[in-house]
């Protein structure tokens, strides 16, 4: 029987590539305002039934070994993916520019390459020869990684076909373009269309993918919102510019964990991964020092040891400064007003500076009552206990609450070294700290602020309740 087919108007999204069939101020994918445009009739069809040449079979029949996982030597790489690389599987790798990509994943493939395995590795934003340059500086050199520089998708597909690879690299989407669609490399026409190609050779030949994608200013992943749904695996590469430090994520995965972290030092012999990089947020000293205090932060379900530094100054001016780095400014600006109310700090007209080592960033309230004792212990100039960690979060009252994982930070923190601890009350429960380790658990800043020696006379009076024993 013939298609039927008929003319309507649509309308497609510039940012992302939603469509609809009427005009919308706002995208209902994206929620851009004003950015849904006509673009003119489309045939809409009824497609007939096509003769299946591959039956349904029961599950229990299907061969699970074609999704075998096949490890990338990079250890750290393949926690994020939950072991390493799947046939067929296409992954998406977002990052900013320079933050170390194509370097981690140039190493990816050479290691891959190694065990035998042909691996092609198209660039369209290098020449050939300079990725060869960064090959030979990171020890990326293997007898079976294919380099190409293409930007055209029916060469790279022909690349694809001469070479039959295990592995594809395809740096980056946005720069591929199809001569069959209309407009420049890079739009979401272009992007889509690069896309669904790759996708559908990857499936089809079980081919490893991996498309590195450029980022917005607001830090999403470039083009159409569609691409994420289209591939199996999303990571986002995270990091400081100026931070040797490089973290590694899955926001999607199909075939793992979403909650792991790897991490990597990236440095001008290439990027290495860290398996213990608590180190890289550690200050070493014979003595401790006024205004520093160390947190365990959970990254996904990786425990890391982080130092917090703090400083409380005069100001010279009638506005006192509060500069952060690494912390949350409003919740740093939220901690200066409980200790300044609750815990009767004169803080509110010094200068406040907060920063953490190496480059970390601390983004859950856990970290808030290191925070705190941090500022507390520059204002008073008095040194913390050595060996401590503060875990909690601080509220508006002055309390300390629960956060998950308190078991896991402890174990991190004994396994360095540290053997005090500071602790919400009560989030411990039945299970047993680490051998060794000395731990108050404190209900608010009052009695935290005594178990480590900083209270003071004129701390407000909500702060005197019972306070745990020292762990000093």
Not at 262 to 277: M, N, R, V, W, Y
Not at 348 to 365: F, K, Q
Request: aromatic fraction near 2%; charge should be neutral.
């Amino acid at each position: 029987m013939a298609s039927k087919a008929s003319k309507r108007p649509t309308y497609r999204c510039t940012e992302c590539g939603w469509q609809t069939v009427k005009w919308v101020g706002r995208c209902g994918e994206c929620q851009a305002w004003g950015t849904v445009e006509e673009t003119g009739a489309v045939a809409v069809r009824t497609q007939p039934a096509a003769k299946v040449m591959n039956p349904a079979k029961p599950i229990g029949d299907v061969d699970a070994t074609r999704a075998a996982v096949t490890t990338t030597g990079v250890g750290e790489f393949d926690r994020v993916l939950g072991g390493g690389l799947v046939p067929g599987a296409v992954m998406l790798v977002a990052g900013e520019p320079g933050i170390g990509k194509s370097t981690l994943l140039l190493d990816v493939a050479a290691r891959t390459a190694r065990t035998g395995a042909k691996v092609l590795y198209v660039s369209g934003e290098e020449s050939a020869a300079q990725v060869r340059l960064r090959a030979d500086r990171t020890d990326a050199v293997a007898d079976t990684l294919y380099l190409a520089s293409e930007t055209d998708l029916a060469t790279v597909l022909a690349h694809i076909d001469s070479v039959s690879p295990t592995l594809l690299v395809i740096d980056s989407v946005q720069t591929i373009a199809s001569a069959e669609i209309e407009g420049s490399a890079g739009n979401v026409s272009q992007v889509r269309e690069v896309a669904a190609a790759v996708i559908q050779v990857a499936k089809a030949r079980g081919i490893s993918t991996v498309l590195v994608g450029h980022v917005t200013k607001d830090g999403s992943i470039a083009g159409p919102r569609l691409l994420e749904h289209l591939v199996d695996v999303v990571i986002t590469f995270e990091g400081e510019r100026h931070s040797r430090l490089r973290l590694v994520r899955a926001v999607k995965n199909r075939y793992g964990p979403t909650d792991e972290v790897g991490c990597f030092d990236l440095s001008d012999g290439g990027i290495e991964g860290l398996a213990d990089p608590s180190s890289l947020f550690l200050t070493a000293r014979d003595k401790p020092v006024a205004g520093t205090c160390v947190t365990v932060t959970l990254e996904g379900r990786r425990p890391l040891v982080t130092e917090v530094q703090a400083l409380v100054a005069p100001s010279p001016g009638g506005s006192p400064r509060r500069t952060t780095s690494g912390v949350d400014s409003s919740r740093t600006a939220m901690i200066l007003a409980v200790l300044e109310r609750r815990a009767g700090a004169p803080v509110s007209r010094a200068d406040c500076y907060v920063s953490t080592v190496g480059g970390a960033r601390l983004t859950e309230p856990a970290a808030d009552l290191a925070v705190a004792l941090s500022l507390l212990s520059s204002a008073q100039e008095k040194p913390l206990p050595g060996g401590l960690i503060a875990v909690g979060e601080v509220g508006l009252s002055g309390d300390i609450r629960a956060v998950s994982g308190v078991a896991r930070r402890l174990a991190e923190a004994a396994r360095i070294g540290f053997d005090k601890a500071i602790i919400p009350a009560g989030s411990l429960g039945t299970e047993k700290p680490p051998a060794g380790m000395r731990i108050a658990e404190c209900a608010d800043l009052g009695s935290a602020m005594r178990a480590v020696g900083t209270a003071s006379s004129a701390s407000h009076p909500s702060a005197d309740a019972d306070a745990a024993p020292s762990p000093g």
